[in-house]
């Protein structure tokens, strides 16, 4: 079998997408996905990413494999990246493309909207700040300040972790997030706490982990371990849910700029509650495999 696939990356977080509007299903296994993401033997990819015809009046879905095989709900640079994807299909397909797209994804319909400059910002929802959410088993913060305003939130709390007390922040953008704030990002030896965090006994579905740094009110530095594909140059997710808990903490703006190891992204936690996500989609090249 020869599947045609584009590569994209989003900050440096580099995923295979493949066009599969034919067919409900993905056309590769958890197991092949993992083959052709390595970058020895393989494609070399942080993951995934299937265009599937679209559920319940969206236009497409959505569904990803990590380079381990797992299947995370959604990923904010691949969905960017998807959306990208699917203008490039339709211009080769009719000419032209939608500016605008509804996708259904594990998480929820998230819509991602190219812009002039060749950015994308996608509406990626309402955080998710209760604990059953998250999911954590971490006990919520109700002797906090903030607890009357979010109750039922896991915010500032200790978690230990590698003999280690860790002051962290929970929140979901459809899919897990532990967030802790630090002097130094640099500083931080994300190989080998990045997973002692994402397989802690206190996320039953693991969790991804941003380590943040507050250099302004409206800029913060981020690095981060993400459940099923490790350290990674950016996650859009991850970004969106460090600017919710550093809002929720009394660290920074409703809005500001996330610096990734990949490059920057713009996030705003919006008087609706809602949030949005800018940043780059950009296509390396196509290929057959």
């Not at 958890?30 to 319940?56: K, N």
């Not at 300040?145 to 500032?156: E, K, R, Y």
Request: proline content about 6%; some cysteine; overall charge negative.
């Amino acid at each position: 079998m020869n599947i045609e696939f584009t590569k994209y990356h989003g900050l440096g977080n580099d995923f295979i997408l493949v066009d599969n509007r034919r067919s409900s299903d993905p056309c590769l296994t958890p197991e092949q996905a993992v083959q052709i993401c390595d970058r020895h033997f393989g494609i070399g990819a942080d993951g995934v990413i299937f265009a599937l015809p679209g559920q319940d009046g969206t236009d497409y879905s959505m569904r990803i494999f990590n380079s381990d095989g797992s299947e995370p709900e959604m990923c904010g640079n691949g969905i960017r990246c998807l959306g990208r994807f699917l203008a490039d299909l339709e211009t080769a397909d009719h000419g032209t493309a939608h500016e605008q797209y509804r996708i259904q994804t594990l998480a929820g319909v998230m819509t991602p909207k190219l812009e002039a400059n060749g950015q994308v910002t996608v509406d990626m929802g309402i955080p998710h700040l209760l604990a059953a959410e998250i999911p954590t088993t971490i006990a919520a913060a109700d002797q906090k300040a903030i607890a009357s305003q979010f109750p039922g939130g896991v915010i500032d709390q200790p978690l230990e972790v590698a003999g280690q007390i860790w002051q962290v922040t929970c929140v979901s953008m459809g899919n897990p997030h532990c967030i802790t704030f630090v002097d130094d990002v640099e500083a931080i030896p994300l190989e080998q706490i990045g997973p002692k965090f994402e397989h802690h006994p206190a996320f039953p579905q693991r969790t991804n982990t941003e380590f943040i740094e507050v250099v302004r009110s409206d800029y913060l530095k981020m690095r981060v371990w993400e459940r099923g594909a490790g350290s990674t140059l950016a996650c859009g997710t991850g970004a969106c849910a460090s600017l919710v808990a550093a809002v929720l903490n009394g660290r920074c703006d409703r809005r500001a700029t996330i610096e990734l190891p990949g490059g920057c992204l713009e996030i705003e936690w919006a008087a609706d509650d809602r949030i949005y996500m800018t940043g780059p989609a950009e296509r390396v090249f196509v290929g057959k495999f």
